[in-house]
């Protein structure tokens, strides 16, 4: 059983392995009697389906989790996106904390590279800050949350709904009680800025974070490039995704067209941060104009940034690529940002995330649009955002056939796997050849 | 004047120079009031687009260029077909040649550009046999092609539709006499062939047919690595395309699903073959599946081969990226492709090809997303189309606004230029900074 010998496997294959058995124990969990309400119980591809979505933070469902789902089905739910939110690997060196055992090289090995950790060292007390971090601002965003649900719900109701979007929203898992989403929010300026905010915290990345934490508290003032990075590209994008919508909407009628500017401004800031990973969605997906969808198809592709509980190539991976494009243009021989130079050995990784990401994405795409019927828009829309852990949907989720569904389930899990472990199989498990080829030229473009 | 001093100037600019000029001087012969019929006017934006189209023999028109020009016309729109297909630098050096002026190394260095020739000495010798070899193709072409048309027209017509039809396939050009491209002749099987053969040997590339000479008629055994990469890419996607049209389509009874098996066949591999940079149809586009319409996406972005009349980012810069990532899989440290191994510095110039490509197409879809009103499926592949020279369209280049015409003809411009200019300045303008920045890591994926 050479392939079942944890020691020797690499440890990206210890995470698909994790990923697996938290899925394979969460679809039965989900299929108790007590988990889904009198008259919705669901098939196991369902529940499949609802537990990959949760722990891989995505928040597609094909059925209406807000009234198929008992609390206690809603807990199971809850549960498990709080165990994709801060990676199972720094959820199960909790276990190894609490239990008092030593966390050897080995498995240290493995939580530094789900955290994206720079050096081994730091892995323990890394996680506890994470830990730490992660329920403090979730606890402070469920108190905001549930002083905006107050205005409309009683006080037990408001809390549960405040704790189950916190989380939800930090996690950026997308996941909502209400079965519009967020839209009957959209000019709930609280519930708005305070789900805006968990988002974008969850979705920066702990090592920037941590490196805010440490430049206010300490005399450290120095942030590393990645933090550099990962805020440069997510305010960019922020900022270029709000007043593209804002451009695109501003006359629509169904999304944000009969909104004053004060809420068209609020609910244009809100998508865009929502779109590159988080999910939710206060204005209605499938009414967009076709070029908010194909933006959408762009922020949803890029996503988050790395070491967060996001999805897509990451921020960084989409900087370091423009970056080098920009340095071509410019005709400069190194990749230059912020008066360092990358290695090329980083944009060779960075563009191999892009290039397999791409053909991965379009071979799905490719295959849903050959075995289902969706339509062309809807398609492409469903699978990046399966891809990118995002979960939003032009509303065809349900209508999936089987063949689709199982599709996107494993498109759930490979995006919230893929481009990370394709970065480290290709840090790791190159071999040479015994003997080398002779080298030949070849003629391209 | 100097952006003007052509001794000075980098290959690439003087190749874009000299395309502009050619343009500018074909979109004025093109609106001459013996080019247009009685009542059909152009305007000069319509007579840009058009000439802009035959140049990058891409095909795409505003108009029913069977309707609307007059037999001079035609003819204005078939000489810069020849013009572009054969390359402006290979023409302009027949020119050299005719008038016995000899080649000078810096005009043999832009020619070898053109050309993707291997080594200087060989530009002039190549020329003459690119040029000898073309005109024998076309030649015999139209022989057949007059053949096939002698059956619904008199002798005179059928010799000219002949001519017309191989240039025009030969060069990839797409451009037809017929108001619906070869939708008429979908079951002809002489005049299918003749096309989808002259689109073979066009878009194979020179490297391929002079191997292929060379291999039968001299001792030299031996095909080049790019060649045999072109051939094996070709063979591929041509084989991929057709069965993939072909059960996509099998039941449409608006495009093949009321031929019979053996028309199927063939209607398949002709559109098969056409789509990756031809751009004729013998189906109607706008009546396609919407799995076609996202497999021909990707057809048309992958394109032709080097040094052929085809665009796109090519076969072989597809097939490096193909096997690089293959070899990420199989995890080996070098790209290997037939027992030879590629170096790293082709391969960044395939993905910076891809990347940059990508980036561009997705903001000119984006654009005309926002600013034009032509759906989301049908603007896609309008600028697929354009960007690799294609020429197919759902339908909705007539319909386009000014905005969108002036996108898409700087689209077939940037499209024919690109990705081989792209590769030359990866290749050349590097410079290196005065001080190079300390390296720093960064995280991504
Ligand atoms: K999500
Ligand atoms: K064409």
Known sequence: MEILNIKKMPPSRILLLFFLVAIFIGSF???????????????????????????????????????????????????????????????????????????????????????????????????????????????????????????????????????????????????????????????????????????ILGGIGFAVINSSIMYITTSKKRFNLTSKMALFISIILTLVGMGLFLLLEYRNPKTIGEMNLFYKIIASFFQSVTTRTAGFNSVPMGDLTPGTIFLFCILMFIGASPGSTGGGIKTTTFGVIAFYVVGIVRGREDIEVSNRRLSWEILNRALAILVISVAYVSTIILLMLVFDDLGFAETIFEVVSAFGTVGLSMGVTPEMNQFSKVLITITMLIGRLGPLTFALALGEQKQRHARRYPKENILIG
Chains 1, 2 share one sequence.
């Open 29 to 199: 969990l989900l299929m108790l009697p007590g988990a889904t309400t009198a008259g919705n119980e669901i098939s196991y591809l369902t529940s499949l389906f609802t537990i990959t979505s949760a722990i891989a933070v995505t928040g597609l469902t094909v059925v209406d989790v807000s009234k198929v789902f008992t609390p206690m089905g809603k807990s199971i739910i809850l549960i498990f996106i709080q165990l994709g939110g801060l990676g199972i690997m720094s959820f199960s060196s909790l276990v190894f904390l609490l239990i008092g055992k030593r966390i050897t090289y080995h498995e240290r090995k493995i939580l530094k590279e789900d955290l994206n950790a720079e050096s081994t060292g730091e892995v323990t007390d890394l996680i506890k800050r994470i830990i730490m971090m992660v329920f403090t601002i979730e606890f402070i965003g469920a108190i905001f949350l549930t002083l905006g649900f107050l205005r409309r719900m009683p006080l037990k109701r408001a809390v549960i709904y405040g704790v189950f979007h916190s989380v939800s929203a930090f996690c950026n898992a997308g996941f909502s009680l209400f079965s519009d989403s967020l839209e009957g929010y959209s000019q709930n300026v609280i519930i708005n800025m305070s789900v805006a905010f968990l988002i």
